[in-house]
């Protein structure tokens, strides 16, 4: 591993070195290990993520190595520098037509798509229900047992190369319409209310206490969130700022797979 560190660390720094084919190789050999899960943009180290920088860098020289070339798929053509994954029945991966994952994604057992996207350098754990139009950006991290509701979109992070990419822990439920970028971190057990906005600069505000207590970039686990606002001045005048809010916790007695309905009910919110 650490001789194919070093030799992908030397070809981001010289790229002519990508016309010699112990480079090339090395980066293909770094996507092979994304696309069948030996190897992950982000770990769980003790109780930290840790981002590995080098590993982004082989997905992003993967791309000048590769030729543009057509894709037949039955009727559907495709014109792209990027294999499709395959062998989903051998890795028990349930796929409906239209979905689509490239290859360097990593699709877990059990993973089904309903017709989405998942993209280059993406980890998809066991159990997750990536649901129809719902996107993965490419590093993307998302855990066990969550469900992607429809037209969710999870953030990729390729370049700038120290940015980290979006994690989702296990049994998390992210509602239809949610959109979750910028290296935002959801721990364990999170429910997203529909249309909730989390970015690297979006208030998410706790309001279940006495007085609010204010988080960015990173929601509790066991967190229920919904869409908000709050008023900021402006030179022209006060106006509405969307913000998310936490109005509740998971209870420890919910099924992992509660609707989210169920949720915001026990927080008496309809959203």
């Not at 890795?91 to 290859?103: D, F």
């Not at 290296?183 to 979006?202: F, I, R």
Request: hydrophobic share 40%; charged share 25%.
């Amino acid at each position: 591993m650490q001789n194919l560190k070093k030799l992908i660390e030397d070809a981001w720094i010289d790229r002519t070195l990508l016309a010699n084919h112990d480079y090339t190789t090395a980066i293909e050999t770094v996507i092979d290990r994304l696309d069948c899960g030996e190897i992950r943009v982000a770990e769980l180290i003790g109780n930290r993520w840790h981002t590995n920088e080098w590993i982004k860098k082989a997905v992003i020289l993967y791309f000048p190595i590769r030729q543009m070339a057509e894709i037949e798929v039955g009727p559907f053509v495709f014109h792209d520098k990027m294999k499709l994954k395959t062998d989903y029945k051998k890795t028990g991966v349930r796929v409906v037509p239209h979905a689509i994952a490239r290859y360097g994604a990593y699709l877990a057992k059990g993973v089904i798509m309903m017709p989405s996207y998942v993209n280059i350098g993406a980890y998809v754990d066991e159990g997750t229900m990536v649901d129809t139009w719902a996107t993965v950006g490419s590093c993307a991290q998302v855990g066990k047992h969550c469900h992607l509701s429809g037209g969710v979109g999870i953030g990729g992070v390729l370049e700038p190369i120290q940015a980290s990419p979006v994690i989702i822990e296990d049994n998390c439920f992210l509602g239809s319409r949610a959109i979750v970028v910028e290296g935002v971190h959801l721990e364990k057990e999170v429910v997203l209310g529909a249309n909730v906005v989390l970015t690297a600069s979006t208030k998410i505000i706790d309001v279940t206490g006495d007085s609010p207590v204010e988080y960015k970039s990173f929601v509790p686990e066991r967190s229920v969130v919904i869409p908000g606002s709050y008023t900021k001045k402006f030179p022209a005048g006060d106006y509405q700022v969307p913000c998310a809010l936490i109005i509740g916790k998971r209870k420890e007695s919910t099924d992992k797979k509660t609707s989210l309905n169920d949720a915001l009910r026990d927080n008496n919110v309809a959203v």
